[in-house]
């Protein structure tokens, strides 16, 4: 029987429930099915904040001039939700955000599925938008999230986060 070296990293070893906890007190956790962003969006409900920013990053349909069929991402779990951890943890000293949650799906995705999600709130919008851009440039660098890509020859290619 073949195993898969890379099975491990396509699915997390906790509950979806667990893994929204995580994100909710630590701010960042990796999600093996499709995000829920009004269930990250009430979390982040605050009276005391009058901005509310969030990205989504979603699989798009070519990268460079290739035609992408779909992707899968892989990645390390226990280590990304560290790493994760401390770049909310560094977002908060480096801008006025009262509190910021990411989450990064691992798995097979589809075109036009949500990868990543990204929400941020602050009194006001600029540190909201400044965070929420560093904190997704942060993950895509730092993140040890890896893709590969299928396309349409039935072809695959590995790329990192950023790729």
């Not at 901005?51 to 070519?62: I, L, Q, S, T, W």
């Amino acid at each position: 029987m073949t195993d898969n070296v890379h099975d491990h990293s396509m699915s997390i070893k906790r509950s979806a429930d667990e893994a929204y906890l995580i994100a909710e007190r630590d701010g960042f956790a990796l999600l093996d099915i499709t995000i829920d962003e009004d269930r990250l969006k009430s979390t982040l409900d605050n009276d005391s904040c009058g901005a509310f920013v969030c990205f989504e990053g979603r699989v798009r349909n070519h990268n460079n001039a290739a035609s992408v069929d779909s992707l899968t991402y892989y990645g390390y779990e226990d280590l990304a939700i560290n790493q994760g951890r401390a770049i909310v943890e560094e977002a908060k000293k480096r801008f006025e955000i009262t509190h910021a949650i990411a989450i990064h799906r691992i798995g097979a995705l589809e075109i036009g599925d949500v990868a990543v999600w990204v929400g941020v709130v602050s009194a006001h919008r600029y540190p909201a938008f400044d965070a929420c851009r560093w904190i997704l440039d942060t993950i895509k660098a730092d993140i040890p999230v890896w893709k590969q890509e299928y396309y349409e020859d039935d072809s695959s290619k590995w790329l990192s986060n950023n790729g």
